[in-house]
């Protein structure tokens, strides 16, 4: 006898209904009661249809309620276990969508957590084969670089990013006006944004960064007793002060393109609803994008098991605020839980987890070309040089070692087609392999992508006019 | 669809591919987009005779192959119960013993309904 059990699903509640969340298709359907018996009925155990038909007696409603299940792969048959999904590696050349241009790896902060300066750097940027500033001969050359490999998108994303991107502002300056010029030569938009912890913005370039719609990314932790405890100049001092008036100065003048805030979360300071609520209605951020400090567990700043249970408590605290408020047709600016949203909206299931490598890549002060910007200047994740372009052989060696079908331990999760085991960078840090999955933050993620699920549903229901903006045109994400 | 109802765009498209094609989708893997599989010959020859006139990809190659093939066609891709029990609904352990045929043969007993 045929027997008849659930696939990969994950179900939750939103709005006091079930929905379930599809599993690799990253589809999400509302449920009809009988629908929802009889998956979590399956899911419990395989049943044959006559031990069904002793459990649902209307056999009509049953077999419709079957098909339709059936129909989108939330259960079948248990002797025919659904094909693997084929491992496909994308065709060579992948059109480059980012290029994050490190122009200087020299950086007038100190922060203690620092991936690029910190316990855990990669690349020694001291002593290092890189030069300290990128000349703009390299920048130029970088232009052409990601202008070539766009291929037929037609937009270019430039971000620049360092170290401290402002230390070398007059050839991030010069390199926005050759590459506006070389694109309108060549029909192409050229889009610009860059990250910084803002000690250096001046009237002038904040001016500089408004006028030519650059769009701004500012690196801060929060108020001034949790900025000062990490984000530090080299004598120790904390750097609040410094920032803060300017930040508002480039708030008030820079209004042609929203300006988001990036914060580190680490062990000491965790309270994301004060820090949200600094630097939104104190400091007047348009969003704010939270993000763990990547780190090796040993050292103190580390998030452990416990920290990241809290966080996400509190995530959820501010994702069911930002829900109230979407609810009203009113603006939230936490912006973990829209870039989520929008990838569920989507129904995205990812083979890769980011685009590094494939549609971002990192350039180096000298025009090597890696992974992404926080693998820039690394020999063992170099993928070519802005001169010599991509080299296609790494970059398919690379891609057939990190697709999500190696990542045993995530074949069994359902949050895989959204986490596919999460950032390259933070497995080398704890791991010391980029192919490695995250496996020190599922439960986070599961529980994340659970909290977003359920703003997602509840959305669906009490305001699906809010869900029909992420029909657009995809938004870029932040680089950080 | 009446008892589910597509909410984000994936499950939309879902239903819309699998409009009108709901016995496509049953089947293993399912959808146009699956790769070939291995030769696995489906339902009888057109002309009632032993062996095969084409496999599903109008190959050749397998055709009229010995007893042994006509064991497995006949209770897996087209029962014949003259020749074999009905292993799909009274004799599911009837091969078990037998892991390969060659070798194993005489394990496979005699089936009384």
Known sequence: MTAWAAREHHRFEAAGKPFVYLVPSAAIFALDAAADSLLQTLAARALTREELVGMFPDETALDATMGELVRVQAIGEVNAPPAKTPKVIPLAPFPLTTMVLNVTNQCNLSCTYCYEYGEDKIVDTENGKQPKFMTEETAREAVEFVLKESGDNRVAHITFFGGETLMNFPVLARTIAYARQRGAEIGKEVDFSLTTNATLLKPDIIEFLADNRVGVTISIDGPKEVQDKFRVFNNGAGSYEVVAPKIKELLKRHRSRPIGARVTLTSGEMNIKRIYTHLTEEMGFWEVGFAPVTTSPTRGHAISEAGYGDMLGQFRDLAYEFLEASVANQHHGFSNVKETLEELHKGVSKAFPCGAGLGLLGVATDGDVALCHRFAGSDAHKLGTVRDGIDRQAQQTFLEQHHVANKTDCSVCWARPLCSGGCYHEAHTRYGDTARPNLHYCEWIRGWTDVCLQIYGELSERNPAFLAQFDEEPTKEPVS | ?113
């Open chain 2, 1 to 113: 669809m009446t008892h589910l109802k597509p909410v984000n765009r994936k499950a939309a498209r879902i239903e819309r591919a699998t409009d009108n094609d709901v016995v496509a989708l049953q089947r293993r893997g399912g959808g146009a987009s699956v790769p070939q599989q291995p030769h696995f010959p489906v339902g009888c020859s057109l002309v009632f005779s032993p062996g095969w006139e084409a496999d599903r990809t109008g190959g050749t190659a397998g055709l009229c192959q010995p007893v042994e093939r006509d064991l497995f066609d006949c209770h897996i891709g087209c029962y014949w119960p003259a020749q074999v029990p009905d292993q799909l609904n009274h004799a599911p352990d009837w091969t078990s013993k037998c892991a390969a045929a060659q070798k194993d043969w005489r394990k496979i007993d005699l089936i009384f309904p």
